[in-house]
Each structure stands twice: as structure tokens, then as C-alpha cells.
């Protein structure tokens, strides 16, 4: 994926203003977007700014560079293109532009729709920096900041060659100057207050972007970072920008649905016994190894007793109340459970006006955002389903932002578990019925991991069934 389709920008989410900070490739990110934004066709111009100082060098990036002393500058703009707008030169590096011609900037933009791209911290061509005091200067008004860090830094000497402002990385970080700069230190700075979240905006997208890993190596280092950078920004972009390749990573949440009460059976099917526990605690287990997060437990019939075996664990269960309208009722529950902000407000609404709501919450741009990229749904009669295609599928999922991901087995069986991208989830907000998610496999694009193992295809419906799977167990 290029950096415009990692970022989840499109011709429906392309405007707004983005702020980069860090260092590693903030300028050549900030220029690489903003072309990418261009070619989209829809719009005739794209406007980048600087709230510090830029190179001259740096300037002939742009397709336009004006320099602006007042807002009165901004009368005669190109009529398309890529412009930049900073203040005057001086000893070879721009001025920013005066805070209020930025407001003005801000509010142009805003109102003409047009994409607005700020550098807003300086590095001095450093992999790594730590902000100083006075750092990072970003626009109270951002819907995005991008903390770009260059992976380049890795293994060298914590010192002033490979890192600007070393002493206050050191302090951050607790490495002694000299020291080699550890994975961890890195993680430990991007996610200190005063480091990596310095000075974001409450209700700006926090993306982390992890350039330089041009080596397969480079590039497994910068997946686990990006697994614990998870818990302090939406999400982390690991890739090269001179490759203009990347992986995003998400948090994946797990909902397992466990509404159901087993009437062919006979009894309750989540309680059922497997390997010395319930099913529906193998099944929590299982998506808790994988790293989903949050996962959620639909329940209806015996809500109790599945609630107690699952007490211990840190997963939400949730009672359906309409569970016997069918499967689509656990499923729209867990997905408004992603979404708080989707129910807040108590107000009668409404198909439309929900549906219009969960689409500006699962918005890939600025506010309005959910902690979530995607959801994994997993069923209480499957036990057996083994952590590692959960996790292939999240792979396969930054690698390629897929709609919907199922596995399948033996080159022509669909499998579950399926993985749904949230730009599905405004479809399966409008399920009714017995169905479940296959039932908007026709309006998304459908890609499929390849599986090895016929298990995948094996649920618990008889008594026979369930002696089968005891045969498993070995």
C-alpha cells in the first residue's frame, strides 16, 4: 500500500488538515501525501504550510512556493497544483507563517475544501529526535498528526549524530548517551507525554509512522512496535517512503457471538466440556492470545453462566435481549459496543440517522474515531479454532486493508473466523434476521487466506458432532 491508502485517505476523507512531527522523512512524507492527494483529481490544488523552519532546498518539492509576509500575500493563489506557503527566507531555511495568517489558512481551507499538509517540528535530518520545550508547534486545530521516526536509528549510538536532542531522549527514555538505541527506547519515547505525544490535540488521530524499514528485518521489528504503540495511538504505518510501501496496524477486536440457546442440542452449547474447559472460555482464551482487543461476548441464553466462567478473563460480556430475532442482533451489538459514540446519545433516531452516525465514527479522518480497525467474529460451537489463523489474518489485514478477509480451506470452502475491515461495518449495521456477516459479502471485496487445516470448516450442531471433536483433542 502507498502512504495516501495506508493512511485510509480517499476521495471521501481527503481534506482536513494533517500536521507531521518527528523526524525520519516528516518533509518527504509531508510532499509524497500531498502529491498522491493531488492525483486523486478532486481537487484542483493542495496547500502545505510550516509552522517551523524549512530548507530552501526542500521548497522546489512544491509545485508553487510563496512566500507570504500577511494574508494579503494569499490573494493571487495558483489555480491548482501543489503550493506551499511559508514565511520569509532567511540563512538558506523559511520562516513559518505569523499565527495569524495560519488561522486564515486554516479557515480557507476549511471552507473551500482543500487539503491542508504542516510540518510542524524540525529534526536537522536526524532518524530520531526528542521535542524540546518549545516543541513540537502543532496547530491547535490538526485532525491528524503523523509522528514520523526513521528506523535507521536502530543499533547506532544514542549520541547528537543519530539523534536530535539527545539528552532529552535519554532522559525520556532512561538510555545512557552512547548507549546503542533499543526497539524499546524507541517505544518508550514515541509514547512518553513529553516525547512522541507532546502537544497533540485531544481530538486529533494519532498515527505513529515507522519509515525506514527497507529490510525484511527492519520490517518484523517495526510489526512488534507497532503491536504495543497500539495502546497510545490509532495506528502505526511500519514501511519504507522512499519504497512508498507500507503495512498498517489497527487494533482488531474480537466479538464472540454466544447469544444462541442450543435447542437442537439439547443443551447449552458455550458450557460444553473441551480439553477440561467451557467451550466459550477456550474461545475467549483463544482471541485473548491473538492479541484482539477488546473482545466482546454476545450472550442471550444463559447469560449467568457463561458471564461466570468467563469472570477472570479481561473480555466484555454483553447480554442480547433480542437474541431470539436471530444472529444479526449479537452482531449489530457488538459492533455499536465498538462505537460508543454511535448510542450516546439517547435521543429517538432513525435507520438513517444511526447509520449515518456509525459512518462519520468509523470515518478513516480525525475525530469521531473508534480505537478499531477491524473486528474478527468468532463462534461459541468452534473451540478448536487455532490462534494462528486469527493472527495470519490480521497480517494479511495490514498488509492490505481488505474489506472482509476468510479464510479457505482446501482452495474452495469459506472458513470461519472472517475478519470485516470497519468500512464494513455500516452494512452490518443494517442486518436483520437469522444472518449472519455473509450476508454483505456481495457489497465488499472478498479476500481469502489460503488455510491448511479442514478444522476451520468443523462446528458443533449434534451429539455425534460433539464426540467428533473430542477426537481432536489429542
Not at 45 to 52: D, I
Not at 219 to 232: D, E, F, V
Not at 460 to 467: A, I, P, S
Amino acid at each position: 500500500m502507498n502512504l495516501l491508502q495506508a493512511l485510509r485517505l480517499d476521495k471521501k476523507n481527503k481534506n482536513g488538515v494533517i500536521s507531521f512531527v518527528g523526524s525520519g522523512g516528516k518533509t518527504t512524507a509531508m510532499f509524497q501525501l500531498a502529491k498522491q492527494i493531488y492525483e486523486l483529481r478532486i481537487t484542483s490544488y493542495v496547500f502545505l504550510t510550516c509552522t517551523t523552519h524549512l530548507g530552501t532546498w526542500q521548497t522546489k518539492l512544491a509545485d508553487h512556493h510563496i512566500v507570504v509576509k500577511s494574508k494579503n500575500y494569499l490573494r493571487n493563489i495558483p489555480d491548482k497544483g501543489i503550493i506551499l506557503l511559508t514565511g520569509e527566507i532567511e540563512n538558506e531555511k523559511t520562516k513559518p507563517i505569523d499565527e495569524e495568517t495560519l488561522n486564515w489558512l486554516h479557515i480557507y481551507c476549511k471552507n473551500k475544501n482543500i487539503p491542508l499538509l504542516i510540518e510542524a517540528d524540525g529534526s536537522r535530518q536526524k532518524p530520531i529526535k526528542a521535542p524540546a520545550d518549545h516543541e513540537p508547534p502543532i496547530p491547535e486545530f490538526t485532525d491528524i498528526v503523523i509522528h514520523v521516526t526513521g528506523l535507521s536509528a536502530l543499533g547506532k549510538k544514542l549520541n547528537d549524530e543519530h539523534v536530535h536532542r539527545a539528552e532529552i531522549f535519554s532522559q525520556l527514555t532512561n538510555l545512557q548517551i552512547n548507549e546503542s538505541i533499543t526497539a524499546e527506547s524507541i517505544i518508550k519515547a514515541l509514547t512518553h507525554p513529553q516525547g512522541g505525544l507532546k502537544n497533540i490535540p485531544p481530538h486529533a488521530k494519532k498515527i505513529a509512522l515507522l519509515n525506514q524499514a527497507d529490510t525484511p528485518e527492519l520490517l518484523s521489528i517495526g510489526g512488534s512496535m507497532a503491536q504495543k504503540l497500539l495502546n497510545h495511538f490509532d495506528s502505526v504505518l511500519v514501511g519504507s517512503l522512499q519504497q512508498d510501501d507500507f503495512q498498517t496496524f489497527e487494533k482488531t477486536a474480537g466479538v464472540i457471538l454466544a447469544a444462541g440457546d442450543s435447542t437442537r442440542f439439547g443443551s447449552p452449547k458455550q458450557l460444553l466440556d473441551w480439553k477440561g474447559k467451557p467451550f466459550i472460555r477456550h474461545i475467549a482464551e483463544t482471541a485473548l492470545h491473538a492479541d484482539l482487543q477488546p473482545v466482546l461476548v454476545i450472550t442471550g441464553s444463559h447469560h449467568a453462566d457463561i458471564e461466570s466462567c468467563l469472570k477472570d478473563l479481561p473480555v466484555t460480556v454483553i447480554h442480547n435481549p433480542n437474541y431470539k430475532n436471530g444472529q444479526s442482533e449479537s452482531i449489530k451489538l457488538g459492533i455499536k459496543n465498538l462505537a460508543p459514540s454511535v448510542l450516546s446519545d439517547t435521543s429517538p433516531k432513525s435507520t438513517t440517522e444511526v447509520l449515518e452516525n456509525s459512518e462519520n465514527q468509523f470515518s478513516g479522518f480525525g475525530g469521531g474515531r473508534v480505537g478499531v480497525g477491524s473486528c474478527v467474529f468468532l463462534l461459541a460451537d468452534q473451540p478448536q479454532i487455532p490462534v494462528e489463523v486469527i493472527r495470519a489474518l490480521k497480517e494479511k489485514h495490514s498488509q492490505t486493508l481488505s474489506p472482509i478477509i476468510a479464510p479457505l480451506v482446501l482452495e474452495e470452502r469459506r472458513a470461519n473466523p472472517v475478519l470485516f475491515d470497519k468500512v464494513t461495518f455500516p452494512d452490518l449495521l443494517q442486518l436483520t434476521g437469522d444472518v449472519g456477516g455473509r450476508a454483505i459479502f456481495d457489497k465488499h471485496k472478498v479476500d481469502y487466506l489460503p488455510w491448511h487445516d479442514d478444522i476451520l470448516i468443523f462446528d458443533v450442531d449434534t451429539k455425534e458432532d460433539y464426540e467428533r471433536l473430542k477426537g481432536f483433542e489429542s
